[in-house]
């Protein structure tokens, strides 16, 4: 199952992502099984993960407003994240 990427709106306001969970699990990102954290989770637009929830016992649709009350939350994970890519282009350039 491959997953719907939340839709851009005008001027750049973007519809809110969904996150499915299933048993206190979320889908992780690229179908790579599940994870507990929902900051790896991959995004999905509401209808799909609606949908998907309609279809499926035990799994739920969460908007990503429900689970983080607001963006300073990822903000560490955003600079911890950053960090590995600036080390990994520093010790590769090339990207090769």
Do not use: C, W
Not at 20 to 32: L, M, Q, T, V
Not at 81 to 91: E, R
């Amino acid at each position: 199952m491959r997953a719907q990427k939340p839709t851009q709106l005008e001027n750049e306001n973007m519809e809110m992502p969904y996150l499915i969970k299933k048993n206190g699990s979320f889908y992780a990102h690229e179908s790579a099984g599940y994870t507990a954290r929902p900051e790896l989770a991959e995004l999905y637009t509401k209808q799909y993960a609606q949908s998907h929830a309609d279809a499926h016992n035990e799994v739920q649709a969460v908007a990503v407003n429900e689970v983080f009350g607001n963006a300073d939350q990822l903000i560490e994970y955003i600079e911890r994240m950053q960090a590995m890519v600036d080390a990994l282009k520093a010790d590769n350039p090339t990207g090769e």
